[in-house]
């Protein structure tokens, strides 16, 4: 079974806030990703991680930053939050295998007034 | 540019009937390709995957089938039941293996008793 947490689950927040959307998994695995995702669209990958102190951007471009300081946790930081942040926020993680499997998270909501 | 199309935003099936989802691809260097299913509120979890060496995948009641030469596949849930309700992305990648997968923007699944 998959053990990866995302919190919050749900987030509003004010314009030009700095926020921080924690992921965490406990399955040992080496890769990690932020996908990004509006209703009725597709998941768009905005950052991925290989292992501890690797970060990559994705296809889409994001503002927003992420670390990977320990295997398990992979947060992402907005500086300052805008409208245009509203969306939904999945992480995911998966081993060094042959498999594409990736699993996720319960996602993160966030809506920026 | 969409690499991955599902052009069905929704798809409604009776219980006990086939449900097919449809999936199409332009770039002809993916070659490994997986359906994932999302329920509300919950992020997506994998459910069949098929490589460029196969045409048919079968797991239980899902089969996923892929025509290469169309750029086209397909997931079959025969028979379906009300619990496979939800939504359903398709997503491909490059090589087997590979840290990035593209995704489609997903079908709404209802199953109708």
């Known amino acids: 079974e998959a053990d990866i947490y995302q919190t919050p689950r749900y987030l509003v927040i004010g314009t030009g806030k700095k926020i921080t959307l924690e992921c965490s998994q406990t399955?040992?695995?080496?890769?990690m990703y932020w996908y990004q995702q509006d209703p009725g669209m597709e998941l768009h990958l905005i950052h991925y991680?290989?292992?501890?102190?690797?970060?990559e951007k994705g296809d889409l471009s994001s503002e927003s930053t992420v670390s990977r300081i320990r295997t398990e946790h992979f947060p992402l930081t907005l500086e300052s939050a805008r409208p245009s942040h509203t969306s939904q926020y999945l992480c995911?993680?998966?081993?060094?295998?042959?498999?594409?499997?990736?699993?996720f998270g319960p996602g993160t909501r966030l809506t920026v007034l | 540019d969409q690499q991955v199309k599902q052009n069905s935003p929704s798809l409604s099936v009776q219980e006990g009937r086939i449900s097919i989802l449809n999936c199409d691809y332009t770039n002809s260097m993916f070659d490994y390709f997986l359906w994932y299913k999302k329920y509300p509120a919950e992020g997506p979890t994998f459910l069949i995957s098929?490589?460029?060496?196969?045409d048919k995948n079968e797991d239980g009641r899902f089969t996923v089938f892929l025509n290469k030469s169309a750029k086209h596949l397909s997931l079959h849930i025969v028979p379906s039941q009300p619990g496979d309700s939800a939504v359903y992305f398709c997503a491909a990648s490059k090589w087997r293996g590979a840290q990035k997968l593209v995704f489609g923007q997903g079908t709404r699944l209802t199953i109708n008793p």
């Open positions: 098929i490589s460029s060496i196969k």
């Open positions: 991680s290989y292992g501890v102190n690797s970060t």
């Open positions: 399955m040992g695995h080496d890769k």
């Open positions: 995911a993680s998966s081993e060094w295998s042959d498999s594409n499997e990736q699993f």
